[in-house]
């Protein structure tokens, strides 16, 4: 309970929309043991000696369909493990007898606990059917784990499990996987402490989701610069309906039906900026109406939802009084033609991490 309250703070605070369905393991113990007996009874799995239950991969056809392997490669790359109560060394546990003092549930074998794969294999077909369009997980699941989940699903069903894998690449530091082992792990919760929640959702759809992410201040700094882009070309528009601009929901659209390439759809999104950019002083009506459009395509991707002006000047540590104060100052100084005192303020405002956007609408300001 506690890690899933963290996973839902964290996943809310990056603009992440919650499944409509979360299950778990403990509350489908009936399921899973229902489904391990049919793998037993249509002679996919046997009962061991022990009380665990294994899984017989030498009864699965095309076992390693998912990760291009052969039986045979996997025979010899096999780790020998001191585990008499297997008959192959491929069989994998579908349920393990517990030690003394583990959690444990009631079965025909045995007190014991599923094992890891027939946990998703369950839960999955329960709540979607025995065969669906899409599974997700890291790259590093697809073998052993969705493989096995494979075998054991079209076992039990008799039908296809899943259409269509969908698995990301593993986030890296300094080219190196992120591991607590290697001491360059970062939470989402202490990057947050540095970057703001878009600004990490940015960072994460710049690459593709099956592509390594690399964990960089420059990446980053990257993230942050890309939002400020978009931001400034929302700035100072008025409220308007959408522009018919189907040449950019078509592109945006079409780059995400391509297995979801993010990086290729937010390039859509830059060229919509440059276009509102392009048409704010000569035709701020036409700036205003493709504004309305990359906010929506924004929303597809959980970017781009937060009041402008908010964005661009939010900083705990700035005093907004005081930075329109010196605006202020500024501004008489220029109609004036107090040029130094101008120059002066601009370069204490930079200083203080500001930067000032001068318009045919007066002056806006940023953060740096």
């Given at each position: 309970?506690?890690?899933?309250?963290?996973?839902?703070?964290?996943?809310?605070?990056?603009?992440?929309?919650?499944?409509?369905?979360?299950?778990?393991?403990?509350?489908?113990?009936?399921?899973?043991?229902?489904?391990?007996?049919?793998?037993?009874?249509?002679?996919?799995?046997?009962?061991a000696?022990?009380?665990?239950?294994?899984?017989?991969?030498?009864?699965v056809?095309?076992?390693?369909?998912?990760?291009?392997?052969?039986?045979?490669?996997?025979?010899?790359?096999?780790?020998?493990?001191?585990?008499?109560?297997?008959?192959?060394p491929?069989?994998?546990?579908?349920?393990?007898?517990?030690?003394?003092?583990?959690?444990?549930w009631?079965?025909?074998?045995?007190?014991?606990?599923?094992?890891?794969?027939?946990?998703?294999?369950?839960?999955?077909?329960?709540?979607?059917?025995?065969?669906f369009?899409i599974?997700?997980?890291?790259?590093?699941?697809k073998?052993?784990?969705?493989?096995?989940?494979?075998?054991?699903?079209?076992?039990?069903t008799g039908?296809?499990?899943?259409?269509?894998?969908?698995?990301?690449?593993?986030i890296?530091v300094?080219?190196?996987?992120?591991?607590?082992?290697l001491?360059?792990?970062?939470t989402?919760?202490?990057?947050?402490?540095?970057?703001?929640?878009?600004?990490?959702?940015?960072?994460?759809?710049?690459?593709?989701?099956?592509?390594?992410?690399?964990?960089?201040?420059?990446?980053?700094?990257?993230?942050?610069?890309?939002?400020?882009r978009f931001?400034?070309?929302?700035?100072?528009?008025?409220?308007?309906?959408?522009?018919?601009?189907?040449?950019?929901?078509?592109?945006?659209?079409?780059?995400?039906?391509?297995?979801?390439?993010?990086p290729?759809?937010?390039?859509?999104?830059?060229?919509?900026?440059r276009?509102?950019?392009?048409?704010?002083?000569?035709?701020?009506?036409?700036?205003?109406?493709?504004?309305?459009?990359l906010?929506?395509?924004?929303?597809?991707?959980?970017?781009?939802?937060?009041?402008?002006?908010?964005?661009?000047?939010?900083?705990?540590?700035?005093?907004?009084?005081?930075?329109?104060?010196?605006?202020?100052?500024?501004l008489?100084?220029?109609?004036?033609?107090?040029?130094?005192?101008?120059?002066?303020?601009?370069?204490?405002l930079?200083?203080?991490?500001?930067?000032?956007?001068?318009?045919?609408?007066?002056?806006s300001w940023?953060?740096?």
């Amino acid at each position: 309970e506690r890690f899933i309250k963290a996973m839902h703070e964290d996943g809310d605070a990056l603009a992440t929309l919650r499944p409509d369905r979360e299950p778990k393991a403990t509350e489908y113990i009936p399921q899973i043991v229902e489904m391990i007996q049919t793998l037993i009874n249509k002679d996919f799995a046997y009962a061991a000696a022990n009380g665990d239950v294994y899984f017989k991969v030498n009864n699965v056809k095309d076992y390693g369909v998912l990760s291009h392997q052969s039986l045979e490669d996997m025979q010899v790359g096999a780790r020998i493990e001191a585990n008499n109560n297997k008959n192959d060394p491929l069989d994998f546990v579908l349920w393990k007898a517990a030690k003394k003092g583990e959690p444990a549930w009631d079965s025909p074998w045995s007190q014991g606990r599923p094992g890891w794969h027939i946990e998703c294999s369950a839960m999955s077909t329960n709540e979607l059917g025995a065969h669906f369009d899409i599974h997700g997980g890291g790259l590093d699941l697809k073998f052993p784990h969705h493989e096995n989940e494979i075998a054991q699903s079209e076992a039990a069903t008799g039908e296809k499990f899943v259409n269509t894998w969908m698995h990301t690449g593993l986030i890296r530091v300094a080219d190196e996987k992120m591991s607590k082992s290697l001491g360059n792990f970062t939470t989402i919760r202490e990057a947050l402490e540095e970057y703001r929640p878009e600004e990490i959702r940015y960072f994460m759809l710049s690459a593709h989701y099956r592509s390594p992410l690399n964990y960089s201040e420059a990446n980053m700094l990257s993230a942050k610069a890309a939002l400020e882009r978009f931001y400034t070309a929302l700035r100072d528009l008025p409220i308007a309906q959408e522009s018919d601009a189907l040449e950019f929901e078509k592109r945006f659209q079409d780059k995400m039906d391509d297995d979801f390439n993010t990086p290729e759809a937010l390039a859509v999104l830059f060229d919509l900026a440059r276009e509102i950019n392009r048409n704010k002083e000569t035709k701020p009506e036409i700036a205003a109406q493709l504004a309305a459009l990359l906010k929506r395509l924004g929303g597809i991707l959980g970017i781009l939802q937060t009041d402008t002006e908010a964005y661009l000047q939010d900083n705990a540590d700035m005093d907004v009084k005081a930075i329109e104060a010196l605006i202020n100052q500024r501004l008489e100084a220029r109609s004036n033609k107090d040029w130094a005192t101008s120059d002066s303020i601009r370069d204490k405002l930079h200083s203080m991490g500001v930067v000032l956007e001068d318009n045919a609408n007066g002056t806006s300001w940023r953060r740096g």
